[in-house]
Protein backbone atom coordinates (compact mmCIF):
# COMPACT_ATOMS: atom_id res chain seq x y z
CA UNK A 1 0.00 0.00 0.00
CA UNK A 2 1.26 3.44 -0.84
CA UNK A 3 1.53 5.55 2.05
CA UNK A 4 1.85 9.38 2.71
CA UNK A 5 5.42 9.64 2.25
CA UNK A 6 4.82 9.17 -1.35
CA UNK A 7 3.11 12.64 -1.93
CA UNK A 8 6.11 14.48 -1.44
CA UNK A 9 9.35 12.83 -2.75
CA UNK A 10 13.02 14.32 -2.73
CA UNK A 11 14.28 14.86 -6.41
CA UNK A 12 17.36 17.03 -6.67
CA UNK A 13 20.07 17.26 -8.87
CA UNK A 14 23.34 19.07 -8.97
CA UNK A 15 25.34 19.16 -12.56
CA UNK A 16 28.67 20.82 -13.12
CA UNK A 17 29.84 21.01 -16.27
CA UNK A 18 31.10 22.53 -19.53
CA UNK A 19 28.51 23.59 -22.49
CA UNK A 20 28.39 22.00 -25.50
CA UNK A 21 26.91 24.71 -27.26
CA UNK A 22 25.44 28.22 -26.84
CA UNK A 23 22.01 28.23 -25.03
CA UNK A 24 19.23 28.30 -26.92
CA UNK A 25 17.71 31.12 -25.03
CA UNK A 26 13.73 32.16 -26.64
CA UNK A 27 10.71 34.13 -25.24
CA UNK A 28 7.39 33.25 -24.59
CA UNK A 29 4.23 35.35 -24.01
CA UNK A 30 1.62 35.29 -21.08
CA UNK A 31 3.16 35.80 -19.03
CA UNK A 32 6.68 37.06 -20.92
CA UNK A 33 9.33 34.31 -20.29
CA UNK A 34 12.70 33.78 -21.36
CA UNK A 35 12.97 29.90 -21.57
CA UNK A 36 16.61 28.35 -22.39
CA UNK A 37 17.91 25.40 -23.63
CA UNK A 38 21.74 23.73 -23.31
CA UNK A 39 23.53 21.01 -23.40
CA UNK A 40 25.89 19.85 -20.60
CA UNK A 41 28.80 17.48 -20.20
CA UNK A 42 30.17 16.23 -17.24
CA UNK A 43 32.97 13.91 -16.86
CA UNK A 44 33.46 11.09 -14.85
CA UNK A 45 36.80 9.18 -14.27
CA UNK A 46 37.82 5.72 -12.64
CA UNK A 47 40.03 2.67 -12.11
CA UNK A 48 39.30 -0.05 -14.22
CA UNK A 49 40.69 -2.92 -12.07
CA UNK A 50 40.32 -5.56 -14.81
CA UNK A 51 42.58 -3.14 -17.37
CA UNK A 52 44.46 -1.67 -14.40
CA UNK A 53 43.93 1.15 -15.97
CA UNK A 54 42.02 4.87 -15.66
CA UNK A 55 38.94 5.20 -17.89
CA UNK A 56 36.57 8.65 -18.27
CA UNK A 57 33.39 8.67 -19.44
CA UNK A 58 31.30 11.80 -20.59
CA UNK A 59 27.52 12.18 -19.71
CA UNK A 60 25.74 14.75 -21.79
CA UNK A 61 22.69 16.36 -20.19
CA UNK A 62 19.92 18.01 -21.45
CA UNK A 63 18.86 21.12 -18.88
CA UNK A 64 15.76 23.53 -19.41
CA UNK A 65 15.65 27.08 -17.63
CA UNK A 66 12.73 29.30 -17.25
CA UNK A 67 12.51 32.56 -16.18
CA UNK A 68 14.51 35.69 -14.85
CA UNK A 69 17.28 32.93 -14.14
CA UNK A 70 17.71 33.11 -17.81
CA UNK A 71 18.97 36.67 -18.33
CA UNK A 72 20.86 36.42 -14.71
CA UNK A 73 22.71 33.86 -15.51
CA UNK A 74 22.84 32.69 -19.51
CA UNK A 75 22.45 35.14 -21.25
CA UNK A 76 26.10 35.45 -22.64
CA UNK A 77 27.19 32.44 -21.70
CA UNK A 78 29.38 30.50 -24.82
CA UNK A 79 30.38 27.34 -25.73
CA UNK A 80 32.79 25.45 -23.42
CA UNK A 81 31.97 27.48 -20.52
CA UNK A 82 31.93 26.58 -16.42
CA UNK A 83 27.90 25.93 -15.97
CA UNK A 84 26.48 25.24 -12.67
CA UNK A 85 22.82 23.97 -12.57
CA UNK A 86 20.27 22.65 -10.11
CA UNK A 87 17.15 21.30 -10.76
CA UNK A 88 14.73 18.24 -10.84
CA UNK A 89 13.94 15.42 -13.35
CA UNK A 90 11.09 16.45 -15.58
CA UNK A 91 9.68 14.37 -18.57
CA UNK A 92 9.11 16.97 -21.31
CA UNK A 93 6.08 16.04 -23.38
CA UNK A 94 6.91 18.38 -26.24
CA UNK A 95 10.30 16.86 -27.02
CA UNK A 96 9.59 12.90 -26.00
CA UNK A 97 12.49 13.34 -23.66
CA UNK A 98 13.97 12.83 -19.89
CA UNK A 99 15.26 15.84 -19.08
CA UNK A 100 16.88 18.38 -16.13
CA UNK A 101 14.71 20.94 -15.22
CA UNK A 102 17.37 23.62 -13.69
CA UNK A 103 15.91 25.98 -10.72
CA UNK A 104 19.34 28.00 -10.68
CA UNK A 105 22.02 28.24 -12.87
CA UNK A 106 25.69 30.17 -12.92
CA UNK A 107 27.99 30.38 -15.16
CA UNK A 108 32.13 30.78 -15.14
CA UNK A 109 34.46 31.49 -17.87
CA UNK A 110 36.13 28.53 -20.30
CA UNK A 111 38.02 26.10 -19.15
CA UNK A 112 38.37 22.75 -17.65
CA UNK A 113 36.86 21.98 -14.28
CA UNK A 114 36.19 18.98 -12.12
CA UNK A 115 33.15 17.75 -12.89
CA UNK A 116 29.82 17.22 -10.49
CA UNK A 117 27.01 15.08 -11.29
CA UNK A 118 25.06 14.46 -7.97
CA UNK A 119 21.36 13.21 -7.36
CA UNK A 120 19.68 13.36 -4.55
CA UNK A 121 16.16 11.37 -4.26
CA UNK A 122 13.57 9.72 -2.67
CA UNK A 123 10.54 7.25 -4.10
CA UNK A 124 8.72 4.52 -4.25
CA UNK A 125 9.50 1.26 -5.67
CA UNK A 126 7.23 0.21 -8.61
CA UNK A 127 8.48 -2.22 -10.77
CA UNK A 128 9.97 -5.56 -10.33
CA UNK A 129 13.27 -6.21 -8.59
CA UNK A 130 15.50 -7.65 -10.93
CA UNK A 131 19.14 -8.98 -10.16
CA UNK A 132 21.52 -8.70 -13.56
CA UNK A 133 24.74 -9.98 -14.27
CA UNK A 134 27.12 -7.34 -16.54
CA UNK A 135 29.10 -7.86 -19.36
CA UNK A 136 32.03 -7.98 -16.86
CA UNK A 137 30.62 -10.09 -14.80
CA UNK A 138 29.29 -7.60 -12.36
CA UNK A 139 25.91 -8.57 -10.24
CA UNK A 140 22.99 -5.62 -10.04
CA UNK A 141 19.98 -4.77 -9.35
CA UNK A 142 17.55 -2.80 -11.45
CA UNK A 143 14.55 -1.58 -10.51
CA UNK A 144 11.94 1.73 -11.28
CA UNK A 145 11.37 3.99 -8.62
CA UNK A 146 8.08 6.74 -8.57
CA UNK A 147 9.33 10.15 -7.62
CA UNK A 148 6.03 12.40 -6.93
CA UNK A 149 7.53 15.98 -6.10
CA UNK A 150 5.83 19.60 -5.20
CA UNK A 151 7.55 22.29 -7.84
CA UNK A 152 6.54 25.61 -8.62
CA UNK A 153 6.16 26.57 -12.37
CA UNK A 154 6.97 30.07 -13.43
CA UNK A 155 4.53 29.58 -16.30
CA UNK A 156 1.28 28.97 -14.27
CA UNK A 157 3.03 30.61 -11.29
CA UNK A 158 1.49 27.79 -9.21
CA UNK A 159 2.94 24.91 -7.52
CA UNK A 160 2.20 21.69 -9.11
CA UNK A 161 3.02 17.80 -8.45
CA UNK A 162 5.40 16.62 -11.08
CA UNK A 163 5.11 12.48 -10.85
CA UNK A 164 8.11 10.63 -12.74
CA UNK A 165 9.99 7.06 -13.20
CA UNK A 166 13.54 6.41 -13.72
CA UNK A 167 15.43 3.05 -13.39
CA UNK A 168 17.66 2.78 -10.49
CA UNK A 169 20.87 0.90 -10.18
CA UNK A 170 22.34 -0.72 -7.30
CA UNK A 171 25.58 -2.30 -7.03
CA UNK A 172 27.76 -5.11 -4.49
CA UNK A 173 26.78 -5.98 -1.39
CA UNK A 174 23.90 -3.28 -1.74
CA UNK A 175 22.18 -5.00 -4.65
CA UNK A 176 21.66 -8.60 -2.85
CA UNK A 177 20.00 -6.43 0.49
CA UNK A 178 17.69 -5.02 -1.81
CA UNK A 179 16.98 -8.10 -3.88
CA UNK A 180 16.14 -9.99 -0.19
CA UNK A 181 14.46 -7.36 1.49
CA UNK A 182 12.90 -5.10 -0.80
CA UNK A 183 9.10 -5.19 -2.28
CA UNK A 184 6.52 -3.22 -4.30
CA UNK A 185 5.84 0.13 -2.55
CA UNK A 186 8.76 0.23 -0.61
CA UNK A 187 10.27 3.59 -0.64
CA UNK A 188 14.33 4.30 -1.48
CA UNK A 189 16.42 6.94 -0.67
CA UNK A 190 19.20 7.21 -3.19
CA UNK A 191 22.25 8.99 -3.48
CA UNK A 192 23.85 8.94 -7.11
CA UNK A 193 24.46 10.31 -10.23
CA UNK A 194 22.71 11.12 -13.30
CA UNK A 195 23.35 8.17 -16.03
CA UNK A 196 21.69 7.68 -19.39
CA UNK A 197 20.65 4.21 -21.25
CA UNK A 198 22.22 3.44 -24.70
CA UNK A 199 18.49 3.26 -26.17
CA UNK A 200 16.81 5.66 -28.84
CA UNK A 201 15.53 8.10 -26.24
CA UNK A 202 18.74 8.21 -24.44
CA UNK A 203 16.72 7.72 -21.02
CA UNK A 204 17.79 8.79 -17.45
CA UNK A 205 18.72 6.33 -15.01
CA UNK A 206 20.27 6.38 -11.54
CA UNK A 207 23.59 5.27 -11.11
CA UNK A 208 23.59 4.75 -7.38
CA UNK A 209 26.36 5.03 -4.89
CA UNK A 210 24.06 4.57 -1.92
CA UNK A 211 20.76 3.47 -1.10
CA UNK A 212 18.47 3.31 2.20
CA UNK A 213 15.46 1.22 2.34
CA UNK A 214 12.38 2.37 4.17
CA UNK A 215 9.88 -0.22 4.47
CA UNK A 216 6.09 0.51 3.90
Known sequence: ????????HLCSV??????VAKPDIRYQANPVLAVAELVL????RWFDKTSQQFKEWTSYHTV?????????????????????????LLNSKKANREILHA???QTFAKGYAQSINQVHMSG???????????ENNKELVALN????????SPITQQTQNISIERSVHIWGKQAH???????????????????????SKKSQFIDSHQVILLKH
Open 177 to 199: YIKDKAELGDQLVVDGRLSYLND
Open 41 to 44: ATHS
Open 64 to 88: KVIGDIVDRSLIHSQKGDVILVQGY
Open 124 to 134: EISSDINLVLT
Open 103 to 105: TYA
Open 145 to 152: LTVNNLVY
Open 14 to 19: TLLGNL
Open 1 to 8: MTNHLSQN
